[in-house]
């Protein structure tokens, strides 16, 4: 789902996406002229690898997403949660794929090994 970020106004626009097992649901509204907020729900299963045994897994996500989207260079560093879209396009599945990927640079157990208190996480 893509949504040009020139046509989100501060009236809340509602949207729902889904990918790779996740649904995104929520609403987009402009804060400032250059950043749009994005609140929605991000609900699913994430489909991961046990960093111990090896097998494969599913973990339950149900979470809030607070993030601003801009198309423009944000100087400021204030801000870590910003997402740019310089071509002006929301892409929403690229959302949920950046929350996928980032939950699968953690290190992730499987239940039987995070059951398991007689290990130590190796870094
Ligand atoms: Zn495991």
Do not use: H
């Amino acid at each position: 789902m893509q949504i040009a970020l020139s046509k989100i106004s501060t009236t809340p626009k509602d949207f729902q996406a889904e990918s790779g097992g996740l649904s995104l649901c929520g609403s987009l509204e402009r804060i400032s002229r250059d950043v749009v907020a994005l609140k929605a729900r991000l609900k699913g299963e994430i489909e991961l690898v046990c960093d111990r045994c090896g097998k494969s897994f599913t973990l339950p996500q149900d979470q809030e997403l607070d993030l601003k989207l801009s198309d423009s260079l944000i100087e400021t560093q204030d801000d870590l949660d910003i997402i740019e879209f310089l071509d002006g396009i929301i892409d929403i599945e690229y959302i949920i794929q950046s929350e996928i990927e980032s939950q699968k640079a953690l290190y992730n157990y499987c239940k039987d090994c995070s059951d398991r208190e007689d290990y130590e996480i190796e870094f």
